[in-house]
């Protein structure tokens, strides 16, 4: 690895690029967490992928305080979070002020949450060795095996899924997809596909990814936009599995992510919808999800483009508000871009 200060193209607009100065660079350079995950390696993958937003990933709980003078001014860029502020965590669904927003199924095609989780005690992903990640899956299908009733369901490793299935799962929105290069850059992609897989119920309205970018990836899922009922469920399922598994939380920054984007509640709560009026008026749509702080996404996952007027549309923000404030913006911003549609 280069030792000198990196190269950033002329186009290159990443966090990283606008707060990695050189006197960052040189009091970091040679700095190395507990379990061996050097600055150089947090950076990589932001100077590998110039087209990054971000840029960097931490390796451990430590990174974010070892590497803190990058980390620090990259979090508070990217959530407005500021040393001053703490994160707060609520769980709890009752609180939630929502109804469906498409009882008559004619814009919402599928609500999804999820929850990003690492383990108390290991490494993130980034930096966590191939014997770690295979103790993880162990944790993580031992805690899950213990689910009854609805959420009871089958864990399917990566290893030896044909490439059929596996196509599948992706095509149909369940399962990570392979090979991300700004995952592979940093060092996420290691011994693929050893230790990692899903687990899904029977109807697959619960999943959980395994030693994906964080060490589990909780969601809940259905058709339709009973956003109460999804969220419910996901809370039920997060805590049945906190029983047997101490989660990685800190009590500034929230739950501890690879992605310093996730930070907080790790929440992306999304549905995907079919605006075809609102999609030839990009600029309006754009007006409404910043009011309420969403992210558009195509159907296909991060980075992946619109389709036929359909869109991912979830919570922008994840750190200093509550999981409920996450799934609240998004309802109402999903309100408000429904009653657009209809009025045009
Ligand atoms: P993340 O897991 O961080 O939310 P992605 O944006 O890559 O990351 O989405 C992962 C998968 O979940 C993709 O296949 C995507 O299409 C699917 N997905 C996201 N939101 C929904 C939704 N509301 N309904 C159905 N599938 C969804
Ligand atoms: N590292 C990538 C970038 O900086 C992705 C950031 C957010 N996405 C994520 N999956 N964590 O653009």
């Known amino acids: 690895m280069d030792n000198s200060f990196p190269v950033f193209e002329s186009d290159c607009h990443s966090l990283l690029r606008r ?3 050189r006197d960052i660079f040189d009091t970091l350079r040679d700095c190395i967490t507990g379990s061996g995950y050097t600055f ?3 950076i990589q993958s932001g100077i590998v992928n110039q087209d990054s937003s971000i840029g960097v990933y931490a390796g451990d709980a430590e990174s974010y305080q070892l590497f803190s003078e990058l980390f620090t001014p990259i979090i508070a860029d990217y959530h407005g979070f500021s040393t001053a502020d703490t994160h707060l965590s609520h769980l709890d669904p009752s609180a939630l002020k929502v109804q469906n927003p498409d009882p008559e199924n ?9 929850v990003g989780r690492n383990i108390d005690g290991m490494p993130l992903g980034p930096a966590v060795s191939r014997y770690q990640r295979r103790v ?6 031992a805690a899950v095996s213990n689910l009854t009733g609805k959420l009871s369901g089958t864990y399917f490793p990566l290893s030896g899924m044909d490439e059929e299935t596996q196509h599948r799962l992706i095509e149909d929105h369940f399962l990570f997809k392979e090979g991300d290069r700004f995952l592979d850059a940093a060092g996420l992609n290691r011994d693929w596909p050893d230790g990692r897989g899903i687990f899904h119920n029977t109807d ?35 805590s049945e599995i ?7 939380y800190d009590q500034r920054l929230g739950y501890l992510t690879s992605c310093p984007t996730n930070l907080g509640t790790a929440m992306r709560a999304s549905v995907h919808i079919r605006l075809p009026k609102l999609a030839v008026k990009r600029t309006e749509m754009k007006q409404i ?28 923000r994840r750190l200093g508000v509550t999981e409920v404030e996450c799934v609240q913006d998004m309802y109402d911003g999903v309100v408000a871009l429904i009653k657009r549609e209809e009025e045009l």
Do not use: C
């Open 289 to 316: 999800t910043d009011t309420y702080h969403l992210q558009i996404r195509g159907i296909h996952g991060e980075h992946s483009e619109d389709e036929s007027g359909i869109y991912d549309i979830s919570n922008g």
């Open 40 to 42: 150089l390696q947090a």
């Open 204 to 238: 697959k309205t619960f999943l959980l990814w395994v030693n994906e970018e964080d060490q589990l990836r909780i969601i809940s899922m259905q058709p339709g936009g009973d956003i109460k009922t999804v969220f419910s469920r996901l809370m039920t399922a997060v």
């Open 19 to 21: 707060h990695l100065t």
């Open 106 to 114: 004619r814009y919402i095609l599928s609500t999804r949450i999820r």
């Open 136 to 141: 993880i899956e162990e944790q993580v299908v």
């Open 242 to 248: 906190e029983k047997s598994i101490p989660f990685l």
